[in-house]
Nanobody, 119 residues
Framework: VQLVESGGGLVQPGGSLRLSCAAS????????LKWYRQAPEKERELVAS???????NYAASMEGRFTISRDNAKNTVYLQMNSLKPEDTAVYFC??????????????WGQGTQVTVSS
């Protein structure tokens, strides 16, 4: 079982990045998917989540700038980040919880991808 994030990097303020998180070893279709982030010397915080039915939720500071999406056929979850600010600088992690309506209760994490917003 593995979650592998990609797409991080250095971007100027106001720019955009699209993070991807590819799952292997399980099928994401029955899992709630989330993106978290952790900035230096700060606690990990929830950025966005998407249910198995596609319902999206966002932290207040990301609402309107970030979009979470899932492609069950590709077994991948995405985070489109627009209008990036220096305070968005953090390591971004994807997370899968489930299976919803299935057997067991699993909580999988990726290794994280660095996003740096700076001029």
């Amino acid at each position: 079982v593995q979650l592998v994030e990609s797409g991080g990097g250095l971007v100027q303020p106001g720019g955009s990045l699209r993070l991807s998180c590819a799952a292997s070893g399980f099928f994401i279709s029955k899992y709630v998917l989330k993106w978290y982030r952790q900035a230096p010397e700060k606690e990990r915080e929830l950025v966005a989540s998407i249910t198995t039915g596609g319902r999206e939720n966002y932290a207040a500071s990301m609402e309107g700038r970030f979009t979470i999406s899932r492609d069950n056929a590709k077994n991948t979850v995405y985070l489109q980040m627009n209008s990036l600010k220096p305070e968005d600088t953090a390591v971004y992690f994807c997370n899968a919880q489930g299976p919803i309506g299935g057997i067991g209760d699993y909580d999988y994490w990726g290794q994280g991808t660095q996003v740096t917003v700076s001029s």
